[in-house]
């Protein structure tokens, strides 16, 4: 269960959002919904501890990311940027990139995992490809599969969707659905909510 | 010229005619309006002052050989070779002079005292004739390696900053995900140390050996000279720039894995 409680935003001195809370249970999905410069994307890398340190306001199952340790922290509770970045090299190196840091405490990258989930997302045999070579959609859907290979607790999606066509947009939120059934939370920034989704509108927490 | 047993000695009319080459150059900017007249009078009346300067300060330090002269002269030094380091980026990074500096007196610093002591074997060790010599050299050369590694690094850090942060958001610790932009860094440093090591001797005459071989030095001994300090620069330059590159990614990134661009100031061209 993540666990946001009264947390403040700030951007240098200036409050962006003021108290901030809700719970977040695995396998749900949360919408945050507000005016563009509100600090929704700052909120996401606020908990992921990216922006600013979310000291004891931010939990997951009671624990603060001090406690897990910083990295871990983001192992668990993993922020998806808009812009899908890649890494220099193929696909399967992209995505084998976090087994190599400390924090993977010795998991190993499942290439067969790997494959099928970008199969399932309309990008079979792709991971040979030389990753700057993908087009916008096709690195948005690896950067997403980057993000959960690793088996995050809570994924903090900053519109994933973006660069993607209705049909495509459709199918990523399908199979984003699926990962919620095995137990993925995941905090949306994203204009269009589906039906009967919660969402959390900051507009009266504006600072 | 007034020669002497080994050294020939330069008079002042000698500088003097040398100089008029270089009004000669002024006057060919004139004539094309190259614009830089000024800027070559200004830069030879510079040079004569500051190094005429430097010769006197360093004729009263060597006749006053004590080692808190040399220590102090050599902090001196060190101290505005880390400013000059800092303030060539393209980027400032706040905090960034203790470290670079502390990088300084442990890379520069001990490999000039392991020069005079050790390879040249200066009695006493710390006779200022040898080692401030060395550490100037180590550090006008090292430098332009140490400045090439900071400003890569730092442009790594404010431009791609979303990279950096991708590491960071997926789980890597600061050291994990300043790993490529550190490693280019250093690679960029020592490119012209490594370069000038290729093509010495080849394609040019280091000005070292120049010099020794003009006031007189048999030209084997200056080649010996020459190495040293070469290897001396490049030595010194590798770790420094490592050094001062670890040190700026832990002002650059903090503690708590984060990157800190309020930190970083892009200079005005």
């Known amino acids: ?207 | 010229m007034a020669e002497g047993a080994d050294v020939i000695a330069l008079s002042l009319v000698d500088l003097a005619g040398a100089a008029t080459l270089v009004l000669l150059a002024g006057v060919v900017s004139l004539l094309l309006r190259l614009g830089l007249g000024g800027q070559l009078v200004l830069g030879m009346v510079r040079a004569t002052v500051q190094l005429f300067l430097l010769g006197f300060a360093l004729r009263w330090i060597f006749a006053h050989v004590h080692w808190a002269l040399t220590g102090g002269a050599a902090l001196v030094m060190i101290s505005l070779a880390t400013r000059a380091a800092l303030q060539r980026t393209s980027h400032a990074l706040a905090g960034a002079f203790a470290g670079s500096f502390l990088t300084l007196v442990l890379t520069a610093g001990v490999f000039a005292i392991l020069g005079s002591a050790l390879f040249v074997g200066a009695d006493p060790w710390y006779h200022p004739r040898y080692l401030l010599p060395l550490l100037g050299m180590l550090l006008g050369n090292g430098l332009t390696g140490i400045s090439l590694c900071l400003d890569s690094l730092l442009v790594s850090f404010a431009d791609d900053r979303e990279r950096v942060e991708l590491e960071l958001a997926l789980g890597a610790t600061r050291w994990e995900a300043s790993r490529d932009p550190l490693r280019r860094a250093v690679r960029r440093g020592i490119v012209p140390i490594v370069n000038a090591m290729m093509v010495a001797g080849v394609v040019s005459i280091p000005g070292m050996m120049t010099g020794q071989i003009l006031s007189g030095t048999e030209p084997v001994e200056a080649v010996k000279y020459q190495l040293l300090i070469l290897f001396l620069i490049a030595g010194a330059t590798t770790l420094g720039s490592l050094g001062v590159a670890v040190f700026a990614s832990m002002r650059a990134l903090d503690e708590d894995h984060r990157l800190r661009p309020e930190r970083l100031r892009r200079r005005a061209k």
């Open chain 1, 1 to 207: 269960m993540l666990a946001v409680r009264e947390l403040d935003v700030r951007m240098g001195d200036r409050a962006l959002l003021r108290g901030v809370s809700f719970e977040l249970a695995p396998g749900e999905a949360l919408t945050l919904r507000g005016k563009s410069g509100l600090g929704k994307s700052t909120l996401l890398r606020t908990i992921a501890g990216l922006h600013a340190d979310p000291g004891d306001a931010v939990t997951l199952d009671g624990r603060s990311a001090r406690a897990f340790g910083v990295p871990a922290w983001r192992r668990r509770v993993t922020y998806l940027a808009q812009a899908p970045v890649m890494l220099e090299g193929s696909v399967r190196e992209n995505l084998a990139r976090p087994f190599t840091y400390r924090s993977a405490t010795g998991a190993a990258f499942d290439s067969a995992r790997a494959e099928q989930w970008l199969a399932e997302l309309d990008l079979p045999g792709v991971l040979d490809r030389e990753a700057a070579t993908l087009s916008g959609g096709e690195k948005q859907r690896v950067h997403l599969v980057r993000a959960l290979l690793g088996g995050p607790a809570v994924l903090l999606a900053d519109e994933p969707t973006a660069s993607l066509d209705p049909e495509g947009r459709a199918r990523l939120l399908d199979w984003l659905d699926t990962r919620r059934g095995e137990g993925l939370a995941v905090l949306f920034i994203r204009h269009d909510p589906r039906q009967g989704e919660r969402a959390l509108d900051l507009e009266a927490l504006r600072g």
